[in-house]
């Protein structure tokens, strides 16, 4: 399955579908940032995990009074600045901080395109691993190696059955939800390949 073809089908589903595959994306990389705030001992996962179950909650309680605007106040301050730290962790961790707040941004404005740059976000981090991998044995990395890496093959073939997943699931229901969250994490590892 292509990459164009899977945020085709992204594009194609109706906006809870699609904010609701953003969320399960951000499920995915969420880890990737409490892996990096252990190693370095910056920043707060539990107020990322926090805004992650919030936005959620506004997904399917849609009139709740829930202040995604309060949310983002709290993640803001702990994304990371690349500067400070010398380690591949931090871009994960960066992209999972910004992913999230592009779903909070999106579900604020209602906006889909803020939904499928999440699934672009996820995809990115991945190449860039793919590339950190590759550097370090020594290989230079183009597009055609990162592409058909096992991991960017990875990361495309579970976002294509998440979409199919979205797409079987019907009206948006708690229980939807929750088999949709089990789905996103049931290979117990991260976007990049990391144990959860």
């Known amino acids: 399955m292509t990459k164009a073809n899977n945020f085709q089908r992204i594009r194609e589903l109706n906006y809870l579908q699609q904010a609701v595959l953003a969320a399960a ?17 910056f920043g707060d996962e539990s107020a990322l995990r926090s805004a992650l179950n919030v936005c959620w909650e506004k997904l399917l309680l849609p009139k709740s009074k829930i202040s ?8 803001e301050p702990n994304v990371p600045e690349l500067a400070e730290f010398d380690m ?16 909070m941004h999106g579900l604020m404005a209602k906006d889909e395109q803020e939904f499928i740059s999440i699934a672009k976000i996820s995809q990115a981090t991945v190449a860039r691993y793919v590339e950190f991998l590759l550097l370090n044995e020594d290989i230079e990395p183009d597009n055609k ?23 079987n699931m019907g009206r948006i229901s708690s229980d939807n939800v929750k088999a949709l969250k089990q789905h996103a ?3 117990g590892q991260t976007n990049i ?4």
């Open 68 to 75: 995604l605007e309060k949310q983002i106040e709290k993640v």
């Open 88 to 103: 591949f962790g931090t871009y994960p961790a960066i992209d999972a901080a910004t992913a999230l707040l592009g779903l």
């Open 193 to 196: 390949g990391l144990a959860i």
């Open 145 to 167: 190696l990162v592409r058909d890496h096992p991991v960017m093959q990875y990361e495309i073939e579970i976002l294509s059955e998440l979409i199919d997943f979205v797409e």
């Open 25 to 41: 994306i951000i499920e995915r990389m969420l880890p990737n940032y409490g892996l990096f705030s252990e190693a370095t001992g």
């Open 185 to 187: 994490l049931a290979d």
